[in-house]
């Protein structure tokens, strides 16, 4: 149900924008996850954009050079990594929590919390 696309490879500084398509259910009830895992690391939460899109989190890791958006019309979340690190090198997943309603969104950044995953796609950053 996610597809998570747009991974690359970049040099430091770089920028690439990875895309976390839904399908199969309605987006509006997804909040959505980023989260990356690196060779030989545990999974480490990126970013989380709620329901509606109006409240965001970040990892302190990426806060200022990473945006998370979503875009209803195309049932998509999108990240938008600016300034990339080689310690940005990962997999990364896109997940979703589905909302529950009468419960107010907060950012999810435990991988279990999160009921469906898509894919991974590889970023790597040459210094």
């Known amino acids: 149900q996610l597809q998570a696309s747009g991974g690359g490879s970049v040099q430091a500084g770089g920028s690439l924008s990875l895309s976390c398509a839904a399908s199969?259910?309605?987006?509006?009830?997804?909040?959505i996850g980023w989260f990356r895992q690196a060779p030989g690391k545990d999974s480490e939460f990126v970013a989380a954009?709620?329901?509606?899109?109006?409240?965001?989190y970040y990892a302190d890791s990426v806060k200022v050079r990473f945006t998370i958006s979503r875009d209803s019309a195309k049932n998509t979340v999108y990240l938008q990594m600016n300034s990339l690190k080689p310690e940005d090198t990962a997999v990364y997943y896109c997940?979703?929590?589905?909302?529950?309603?009468?419960?107010?969104?907060?950012?999810?950044?435990?991988?279990?919390?999160?009921?469906?995953w898509g894919q991974g796609t590889q970023v790597t950053v040459s210094s």
């Open positions: 997940a979703a929590d589905v909302r529950v309603y009468g419960r107010s969104w907060y950012a999810k950044v435990i991988p279990n919390q999160y009921e469906y």
């Open positions: 199969g259910r309605a987006f509006a009830s997804f909040a």
């Open positions: 954009i709620s329901w509606t899109g109006d409240s965001t």
